[in-house]
């Protein structure tokens, strides 16, 4: 745990190593979702503007999440912005994400099935990266266990004071019980899915597959994942609200599953052609820049 990386001389400006990690992760991100959106002839301008409302919609859905989670935390007012020091809910951040993204796609038109599985590898990797920040700073861990890869974080960090106030360890000790390395599953987990959904990627037949293909499996490996956290408490039906979340998002997967057997083979880049050569001509793209939206 690092929760601090720096403090700036003479402003008394603490770094946090969250805020640094989640920059991080939405860097990693928009990259390779513009990278994706080129490559399957999406314009890369498109993500560029669709990226403000994206970000701003998942900030706000991740927190409002939170405190949804943990009203406690909320001591004044400015506590409510206070997100550089941790406190955002990922499944938040995808809800509120979507919803910036349909404001901008209803505002500027654009493919958006096939956005959405360019996008789909980068919610992966964001995952990924964003976890290690969770690790650095104390939260998302998990419960007690002795497993030769436990961790044990320091006193006063969020692990350290939840053990004191269930009377598991004593205020003077240095360090909580072993628990399970929750952060580090869920960076695991992260990578699994990107190599995943990036293989399968070229192998699609229809747009919509790989995010399909995403909201089945991530739902699955987060609520085992979920169940081993022990920072959450019951929220319905004996689980989480990240696991309710997850039934939910993997019965909308296996739905969008559904949807997209029933339709033709069909993908956007595939209405970029090659026409063959002439003798003495160059070759000639032909781009469906008129085809509907989707």
């Not at 999440?65 to 955002?88: A, C, K, N, T």
């Not at 995952?127 to 920040?133: F, L, P, S």
């Not at 039906?237 to 033709?264: C, D, E, K």
């Amino acid at each position: 745990m690092y929760r601090i990386l720096f403090t700036v001389p003479g402003l008394n400006l603490s770094i946090h190593s969250f805020s640094v990690v989640v920059l991080l992760a939405v860097a990693a991100a928009l990259y390779l979702t513009a990278w994706r959106a080129k490559r399957e002839g999406l314009d890369p301008g498109v993500v560029s503007e669709l990226a403000v409302w994206l970000l701003t919609g998942g900030i706000i859905g991740a927190r409002v999440f939170y405190i949804i989670q943990h009203p406690e935390s909320i001591q004044r007012f400015s506590d409510l912005f206070m997100v550089w020091q941790g406190g955002l809910v990922y499944y938040g951040c995808l809800i509120g994400g979507l919803i910036g993204s349909v404001l901008y796609w209803v505002r500027h038109p654009f493919p958006f099935v096939a956005m959405a599985d360019a996008v789909a590898p980068a919610l992966a990797i964001g995952c990924a990266i964003g976890r290690v920040g969770c690790l650095l700073n104390g939260c998302c861990y998990g419960d007690p266990c002795h497993l030769p890869w436990a961790i044990q974080f320091p006193a006063e960090s969020f692990p350290w004071y939840r053990q004191v106030e269930q009377g598991l360890i004593a205020p003077f000790d240095s360090w909580t019980l072993p628990l399970h390395p929750t952060q580090l599953y869920a960076v695991l987990d992260g990578l699994f899915i990107l190599g995943l959904l990036t293989t399968f990627y070229p192998r699609r037949r229809r747009d919509g597959e790989v995010m399909a293909l995403l909201m089945v499996t991530y739902p699955i490996t987060r609520f085992v994942i979920e169940g081993l956290r022990g920072d959450e408490g019951v929220f319905l039906l004996g689980m989480t609200m990240s696991q309710g979340i997850s039934v939910v998002v993997f019965v909308a997967g296996l739905g969008a599953w559904g949807l997209l057997l029933r339709q033709p083979h069909a993908r956007l880049a595939d209405r970029v052609t090659t026409l063959p050569a002439r003798p003495h001509a160059a070759s000639l793209e032909v781009r469906a820049d008129t085809a509907p939206v989707s």
